[in-house]
């Protein structure tokens, strides 16, 4: 599943009050000191939502990113890609799969920007740098007057990787539930979003069209498959540039020893091949580093646009960060 399955006990979990300030702040990842610019009103979602421009997409990217930690050194010291156009927001940054798309980015030379409730974490994820290569701004996807068109100024990519826990458990603390997050807050986001994106690429979990059938009516007994099925129909729904990735149940990570160069070196072991499929028919695992590498290749192929994919790992070699061999494993995906 594309969540953290905890089977806690349902009694005795708090909902803290949590209250969100009204307007993002800009904050430096080196400081962490919020600034204070006059923002704009939020956007209308309904004027959001109405038509919008397909712009083409850009090549794909071809910078190795994960490596494993027996890599050879002299791979190691190569020099950074020359930079990328793009301007990468990343919603959901500090998360298991987001944490590893950041790192990536980085790895990568891609310009990116991260939406975050605390952006301390910023800093304790991905070290101290420099703003022209992370941004980080405060907001939460929950309330909708958060998402001020600031946030989204220069964006030309989007992916969500939002999620919380299927089960009760403390991250559900402070409202923190499948319906805020899986729906509320997916539908907040796609409703804020430009007309400019070129695409967003929002993670989601197989099963979410089975939700009443079992055993995928055990996992969404406190409706989180059922609140991503209806995030994925809004953003369908919305007109933007779309690609969705229907993740297995999530393996490797989320890594807690937060530095830059950990999660660079994460590997994925023995299970690195890749298999893909459409239509919610795939059932297993899959590794985050393999789920991050495929929301950044899919903001570049051009055929992935309004298009959903289920993704598993297995045993066996893998596509690596090599754009060519994911563009052949989207197409198998399409012709199964």
């Known amino acids: ?135 980080v701004y405060k907001g939460d996807t929950r309330n909708l007057e958060d998402l001020n068109s600031s946030i989204f100024e220069g964006v030309t990519h989007v992916i969500c990787c939002t999620g919380t826990t299927a089960f009760p458990s403390k991250r559900w603390d402070g409202d923190n539930t499948p319906e805020k997050v899986d729906w509320e807050g997916v539908r907040n986001l796609v409703s804020a979003l430009p007309s400019s994106l070129k695409r967003i690429v929002l993670v989601s979990s197989v099963g979410v069209t089975k939700f009443n059938e079992l055993p995928w009516s055990i996992m969404n007994l406190f409706g989180v498959l059922k609140y991503k099925k209806m995030g994925e129909d809004f953003l369908c729904s919305s007109g933007l540039p779309f690609t969705i990735i229907r993740a297995g149940r999530l393996t490797d990570g989320p890594y807690t020893s937060y530095d830059l160069n950990t999660l660079l070196k994460a590997t994925a072991g023995q299970r690195r091949a890749v298999l893909m499929g459409q239509g919610d028919k795939l059932v297993g695992e899959v590794s985050r580093i393999v789920v991050a590498e495929a929301c950044i290749q899919a903001l570049d192929i051009e055929f992935t646009e309004g298009k959903i994919y289920e993704i598993n790992s297995v045993e066996g070699d893998g596509p690596g960060s090599d754009p060519q061999k994911w563009q052949e494993l989207f197409k198998t995906a399409e012709a199964k």
């Open 1 to 135: 599943m594309a969540t953290n399955l905890q089977l806690l006990p349902i009694h005795g979990f708090p909902l803290s009050s949590w209250k969100c300030p009204k307007y993002p702040q800009r904050v430096p990842v080196f400081s962490l000191q919020p600034l204070n610019p006059p923002p704009p009103p939020p956007p209308s979602p309904k004027s959001i939502l109405s038509s919008r421009r397909r712009a083409s997409v850009a090549h794909a990217v071809k910078e190795e990113v994960i490596q494993s930690p027996n890599s050879d050194p002299a791979l190691d010291s190569k020099t950074s890609p020359p930079a990328s156009s793009k301007l990468v927001l990343v919603v959901g940054g500090s998360g298991g799969v987001g944490q590893l798309i950041v790192a990536s980015l980085l790895d990568r030379n891609i310009k990116s920007r991260l939406l975050l409730r605390d952006p301390e974490k910023a800093t304790s994820l991905f070290g101290k740098q420099d703003e022209e290569t992370l941004q």
